[in-house]
């Protein structure tokens, strides 16, 4: 029997909010269930909220960043189905902005989407009769589901936390199929894992995926690369690079040309982003 799991996604950053915000239930429940794992109380906070509050916090959040999905794997589902649809040469992903946000809140979320749009094949398009569509509202923290996941997918956006350029790519790029770089396949040849640096219980966030990587190399300065002492217990570094154990890992304050470039891989996009020469930590790679 086969494990799927879909990813969500919290920066380090919306995981320290995330907690903030459920501290009143952490206290409730550490004082009720002193035998339960801080993982099994959080589960329970979140539930507990949801039910209270009707927010859109997954009900099966088990984690921080991971969630059990029946059938299906996160990246490799890119495979059989969890990519948006693709009409001729554009891939059309509908979506809807809940009107909690205001009009600049609205401004900075389009913004992003039409830098996809205009370096990628894919476009946004605003919710009409469409099934399947994005739906970005401020709930608890920065979080989306790995690629297309089908009817309303909510992607969380909290207001005056996640509305900045870095961290409305990053939740995009987990919708249009993505994950974390440090998450890749082959990460193992670029970056090590700090095991004994990683909080108690979170080593989770550091799990490896059989993605697809499109021959496309490991980009140090992703938009998806988590910074060096992300989920670092000690403040020493969980993650280093293989070639430079003094890289800055996770800075990136916007995509770089490679995540624009692999979203025309993975949506076979023909751009002259794509097709161009992609530079990569001084190195000249061509595709
Ligand atoms: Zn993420």
Same mark, same amino acid.
């Given at each position: 029997? =086969?494990?799927?799991?879909?990813?969500?996604?919290?920066?380090?950053?919306?995981?320290?909010?995330?907690?903030?915000?459920?501290?009143?239930?952490? +206290?409730?429940?550490?004082?009720?269930?002193?035998?339960?794992?801080?993982?099994? *109380?959080?589960?329970?906070?979140?539930?507990?909220?949801?039910?209270?509050?009707?927010?859109?916090?997954?009900?099966?959040?088990? /984690?921080?960043?991971?969630?059990?999905? =029946?059938?299906?794997?996160?990246?490799p589902? +890119?495979?059989?189905?969890?990519?948006?649809? *693709?009409?001729?040469? @554009?891939?059309?992903?509908? #979506?809807?902005?809940?009107?909690?946000y205001?009009e600049?809140?609205?401004?900075? %979320?389009?913004?992003?989407?039409?830098? %996809?749009?205009? =370096?990628?094949?894919?476009?946004?398009?605003?919710?009409?009769?469409?099934?399947?569509?994005?739906?970005? !509202?401020?709930?608890?923290?920065?979080?989306? #589901?790995?690629?297309?996941?089908?009817?309303? /997918?909510?992607?969380?956006?909290?207001?005056?936390?996640?509305?900045?350029r870095?961290?409305?790519?990053?939740?995009?790029?987990?919708?249009?199929?993505?994950?974390?770089?440090?998450?890749?396949?082959?990460?193992?040849?670029?970056v090590?894992? /700090?095991?004994?640096?990683?909080?108690?219980?979170? +080593?989770?966030? !550091?799990?490896?995926?059989?993605?697809?990587?499109?021959?496309?190399? #490991?980009?140090?300065?992703?938009?998806?690369? &988590?910074?060096?002492?992300?989920?670092?217990?000690?403040?020493?570094?969980?993650?280093?690079?293989?070639?430079?154990?003094k890289?800055?890992?996770? +800075?990136?304050?916007?995509?770089? @040309?490679?995540? &624009?470039?692999?979203?025309?891989?993975?949506?076979?996009?023909?751009?002259?982003?794509?097709?161009?020469?992609?530079?990569?930590?001084?190195?000249?790679?061509?595709?």
């Open positions: 029997m =086969k494990t799927y799991v879909r990813a969500l996604t919290l920066t380090n950053l919306d995981l320290n909010f995330f907690k903030k915000e459920q501290e009143e239930w952490y +206290t409730l429940l550490f004082s009720l269930l002193p035998n339960f794992t801080l993982m099994e *109380k959080m589960s329970m906070a979140v539930d507990l909220k949801r039910k209270l509050y009707h927010t859109f916090v997954p009900a099966d959040l088990i /984690q921080e960043d991971i969630v059990p999905v =029946k059938n299906r794997n996160a990246a589902c +890119t495979r059989w189905g969890c990519k948006w649809p *693709k009409y001729g040469p @554009d891939v059309i992903v509908p #979506y809807q902005i809940s009107a909690t205001n600049i809140q609205v401004s900075r %979320i389009t913004a992003v989407l039409m830098d %996809i749009e205009e =370096k990628t094949c894919v476009k946004f398009v605003p919710r009409e009769e469409h099934q399947d569509f994005l739906y970005i !509202f401020s709930g608890s923290g920065c979080w989306s #589901y790995v690629g297309r996941i089908g009817k309303q /997918q909510p992607l969380s956006l909290k207001v005056y936390y996640c509305l900045n870095r961290i409305i790519q990053h939740e995009i790029l987990h919708a249009l199929g993505f994950h974390h770089e440090h998450s890749r396949s082959d990460r193992d040849a670029f090590k894992i /700090q095991w004994n640096n990683i909080i108690d219980g979170k +080593t989770i966030n !550091f799990s490896k995926f059989n993605t697809i990587n499109h021959n496309i190399s #490991y980009d140090y300065n992703s938009v998806m690369q &988590y910074r060096n002492t992300a989920f670092s217990k000690n403040g020493a570094p969980t993650i280093i690079a293989n070639d430079d154990a890289r800055v890992l996770g +800075t990136a304050q916007s995509m770089s @040309d490679i995540d &624009y470039a692999r979203v025309n891989r993975l949506y076979e996009c023909l751009t002259l982003t794509d097709m161009k020469p992609l530079r990569n930590h001084g190195e000249i790679r061509i595709y």
